[in-house]
């Protein structure tokens, strides 16, 4: 008898909301060197309504960079997946390359962009691609070496061709594990996406309100910056969860 998941509580969910509320507040006493660190919901609240068309376009800003730079290294990571899928048996050294790239922090990769780009958004958009492009191709690396499924297994057994087996089971087959690679190199870009702005600098960005926020000493904008670097990362995830779930609903 399989065991039923328990039913989502709205009480539940309300009280968990008020304790994290709660907690912001009681974090928000905090003071160090008669400043407060975080700014309280309710003063969060008012410089949201002061700096709503400003903090509008500073996060539309920042989500056009997180969405070149995913773009970019999602198609590289595909590229560099479906070469090393091909290879990596023959030289099993790529797979260690492979491991070492993913090592590397994006972030490191901005002064490397900047000498050879320039202080522009190209240089920010191939930092945000570097973050991303081996998450992918791991995802790529990890469908082609999964158990072949019950579908191919048929078409082998039927004299299909190799390729005429992979164009009937790719890439709806490995749909999973490569919108679980999109979900984790989509989070990643927004970070990187925000740090390149911190770094870098830039007149429009989420990045570039923090360290002016930090600089001012403006705690409720800093407070109201942090959460809306947050929320695009939560809503980035909202979305392709759904995406993912619906693949996995395609698979069953």
């Given at each position: 008898?399989?065991?039923?998941?328990?039913?989502?509580?709205?009480?539940?969910?309300?009280?968990?909301?008020?304790?994290?509320?709660?907690?912001?507040?009681?974090?928000?006493?905090?003071?160090?060197?008669?400043?407060?660190?975080?700014?309280?919901?309710?003063?969060?609240?008012?410089?949201?309504?002061?700096?709503?068309?400003?903090?509008?376009?500073?996060?539309?800003?920042?989500?056009?960079?997180?969405?070149?730079?995913?773009?970019?290294?999602?198609?590289?990571?595909?590229?560099?997946?479906?070469?090393?899928?091909?290879?990596?048996?023959?030289?099993?050294?790529?797979?260690?390359?492979?491991?070492?790239?993913?090592?590397?922090?994006?972030?490191?990769?901005?002064?490397?962009?900047?000498?050879?780009?320039?202080?522009?958004?190209l240089a920010r958009a191939v930092t945000?691609?570097?973050?991303?492009?081996?998450?992918?191709?791991?995802?790529?690396?990890?469908?082609?070496?999964?158990?072949?499924?019950?579908?191919?297994?048929?078409?082998?057994?039927?004299?299909?061709?190799?390729?005429?087996?992979?164009?009937?089971?790719?890439?709806?087959?490995?749909?999973?594990?490569?919108?679980?690679?999109?979900?984790?190199?989509?989070?990643?870009?927004?970070?990187?996406?925000?740090?390149?702005?911190?770094?870098?600098?830039?007149?429009?960005?989420?990045?570039?309100?923090?360290?002016?926020?930090?600089?001012?000493?403006?705690?409720?904008?800093?407070?109201?910056?942090?959460?809306?670097?947050?929320?695009?990362?939560?809503?980035?995830?909202?979305?392709?969860?759904?995406?993912?779930?619906?693949?996995?609903?395609?698979?069953?």
């Open positions: 008898m399989s065991a039923r998941r328990p039913a989502p509580s709205r009480g539940a969910s309300l009280l968990t909301l008020a304790g994290a509320i709660g907690a912001w507040w009681t974090v928000a006493q905090i003071h160090v060197a008669g400043r407060s660190l975080v700014a309280t919901p309710a003063a969060t609240l008012g410089a949201l309504s002061r700096e709503a068309p400003t903090l509008g376009r500073d996060l539309a800003a920042t989500a056009a960079r997180a969405g070149m730079g995913l773009s970019v290294g999602v198609a590289a990571g595909l590229g560099i997946g479906a070469l090393a899928a091909v290879l990596v048996r023959r030289a099993p050294v790529i797979d260690g390359l492979l491991d070492f790239a993913r090592s590397v922090p994006p972030v490191v990769i901005l002064p490397v962009c900047l000498l050879a780009f320039g202080y522009n958004e945000v691609a570097f973050g991303c492009v081996w998450t992918v191709s791991l995802a790529v690396i990890t469908a082609a070496s999964s158990p072949r499924s019950a579908r191919r297994e048929m078409l082998d057994v039927a004299g299909a061709t190799p390729l005429r087996a992979l164009a009937w089971t790719q890439p709806w087959e490995s749909l999973g594990v490569l919108v679980v690679g999109l979900r984790t190199s989509a989070s990643t870009a927004v970070v990187v996406a925000v740090v390149t702005e911190m770094i870098a600098g830039t007149e429009r960005g989420l990045g570039g309100r923090v360290i002016a926020a930090q600089i001012a000493g403006d705690t409720e904008g800093l407070t109201l910056d942090v959460l809306a670097a947050g929320a695009l990362g939560y809503l980035v995830n909202l979305g392709l969860r759904g995406l993912e779930q619906w693949v996995r609903r395609l698979e069953t």
